[in-house]
T-cell receptor
Framework: AQKVTQAQTEISVVEKEDVTLDCVYE???????LFWYKQPPSGELVFLIR??????QNEISGRYSWNFQKSTSSFNFTITASQVVDSAVYFC??????????????FGTGTLLAVQP | KAGVTQTPRYLIKTRGQQVTLSCSPI?????VSWYQQTPGQGLQFLFE???????NKGNFPGRFSGRQFSNSRSEMNVSTLELGDSALYLC????????????????FGAGTRLSVL
């Protein structure tokens, strides 16, 4: 069965600190996709990144970086030099690639990140 | 380019009533997926429509239904509302074409917050 676990329910940091959000997934498929979404108080889920199971390269985008390790089934997200605007709930999600297009996302329970000024 | 638009943003209904929520996808997107978000169950997949056909379905009772029109706009309907249906209902759109998973990133609307009294 597919499952995504975000063990950190809530994290509070002070501005400019680095913070890592953990994500552990379970799937039996060899081809799958992992995602991170951000949900600000407005409610809309904002897409941040997608990785496929064959690409374990880490990725950096500005202050954001992602570490994908198949050996530990983890896809962690690090924010460097956090800012108040980073305060939001962050969701990790998994989808399996069956027959090409698949749009069923399995979400973790989310991590509420509070960045204090 | 306009994003995913959901209407209405807020709804208050009473038990036993029915409700219809609307979602207009990003122009050119043919796939629309619906998710329910509650504090207790988190984000759960309801169903996905592509080219006016339901392509995938989550584990929800038959009171939850949906449809998609020829212009890709989608509606979901919940009949005989229960208190537990109170939730944020999120709609996501993607290109949805099979064979090119790179185009299947889901972009979300701001949601419709439904309160059942």
């Amino acid at each position: 069965a597919q499952k995504v676990t975000q063990a950190q329910t809530e994290i509070s940091v002070v501005e400019k600190e680095d913070v890592t959000l953990d994500c552990v997934y379970e799937t039996r498929d060899t081809t799958y996709y992992l995602f991170w979404y951000k949900q600000p108080p407005s409610g809309e889920l904002v897409f941040l990144i997608r990785r496929n199971s064959f690409d374990e390269q880490n990725e950096i985008s500005g202050r954001y970086s992602w570490n994908f390790q198949k050996s530990t089934s983890s896809f962690n997200f690090t924010i460097t030099a956090s800012q108040v605007v980073d305060s939001a709930v962050y969701f990790c999600a998994l989808s399996e690639a069956r027959g090409g297009a698949t749009n069923k996302l399995i979400f973790g329970t989310g991590t509420l990140l509070a960045v204090q000024p | 380019k306009a994003g995913v638009t959901q209407t209405p943003r807020y709804l208050i209904k009473t038990r036993g009533q029915q409700v219809t929520l609307s979602c207009s996808p990003i122009s050119g997107h043919r796939s629309v997926s619906w998710y329910q978000q509650t504090p207790g169950q988190g984000l759960q997949f309801l169903f996905e429509y592509f080219s006016e056909t339901q392509r995938n379905k989550g584990n929800f009772p038959g009171r939850f239904s949906g449809r998609q029109f020829s212009n890709s706009r989608s509606e979901m309907n919940v009949s005989t509302l229960e208190l537990g249906d109170s939730a944020l209902y999120l709609c996501a759109s993607s290109l949805g074409t099979s064979g090119d998973i790179a185009k299947n990133i889901q972009y979300f609307g701001a949601g419709t917050r439904l309160s059942v009294l």
